[in-house]
């Protein structure tokens, strides 16, 4: 294989790598383009969006090469987007030559995420640090970080089974809510509507929407367009897990259930 489609194969994957742990649209087409420059490739084109990497090097030459990558959106993981930024600024100073690039990338692919036990316990921390933050008392804040750590187990088991993301956030959202009301109609005195909020937060797509926001604000309409629609249809699916629940207890409670 020619160098320069080497060249080009390893860039578009430091690209996807990028791309697939939450990395900005102009962070991922920058990098790219500034790995390929390190190699010596200065006839180039790149295009990034949401869920593709687009590139072309040498359009008028025999040795001409192009690559097309499908990125399916994926959970951020800052960590990886961290490591993989360490690497593309080693390649830009020549401290690494292609093969050791590769290595290097693979390593940062693999690179451990925190175990499932730290997982569920910054899940429940989260939950009951923002229900004492939103005006929740002490005692809400642990029945928030309870249901935070049910939420997260509920999370690591979905994901097993590959179960939608959608539905994930639906059926996650309705178990919160109907423990916060279950506590609530037996007489626990807990605020519901704070337990409820601490609970769902581990679900609300922040990163997803700073992101999008971002990627507006630099002129990526069509990627911050894809991450906004997916932010918004996520805080849906919250919402109706949450409705959805609210009003089988008005239901069962003869409409005369309130938060």
């Known amino acids: 294989m020619p160098e320069s489609k080497v060249t080009l194969n390893l860039a578009i994957s430091v690209g996807e790598a990028l791309l697939k742990n939450g990395g900005e649209i102009y962070r991922v087409q920058e990098t790219v383009s500034r790995i390929l420059e390190a190699y010596g490739i200065e006839d180039y084109h790149v295009f990034v969006i949401t869920n593709g990497i687009f590139a072309t090097v040498y359009e008028q030459r025999e040795d001409a ?133 601490g609970g769902i937060i581990p679900l609300v797509p922040g990163v997803a929407l700073t992101t999008a926001i971002r990627d507006l604000f630099n002129g990526d309409y069509l990627s911050g367009s894809i991450r906004l629609i997916d932010a918004l249809l996520t805080g849906m699916c919250i919402a109706i897990g949450v409705g959805g629940v609210i009003k089988i207890f008005q239901m069962l409670g003869g409409g005369a259930f309130l938060l």
Not at 65 to 82: F, H, T
Request: with cysteine; net charge positive; charged share 15%.
């Open 65 to 197: 090469g192009s690559m097309v990558r499908y990125v399916p959106i994926g959970e951020v993981n800052l960590k990886r987007v961290a490591e993989i930024n360490q690497l593309s600024r080693e390649i830009c100073e020549k401290k690494c030559s292609i093969p050791e690039a590769f290595e290097r990338l693979e390593q940062c692919r693999n690179s451990s995420s925190a175990g499932n036990l730290a997982l569920v316990f910054a899940c429940g921390v989260g939950s009951a640090g923002f229900c004492y933050l939103l005006g929740g008392r002490p005692y809400d804040s642990m029945v928030s970080f309870f249901l935070g750590v049910f939420l997260e187990i509920f999370l690591i088991l979905a994901a097993k089974y590959h179960a939608s993301r959608f539905i994930m956030n639906i059926l996650g959202s309705a178990l919160v809510t109907a423990g916060s009301l279950t506590l609530f109609v037996a007489g626990a005195g807990i605020l519901s509507d704070k337990v409820i909020i």
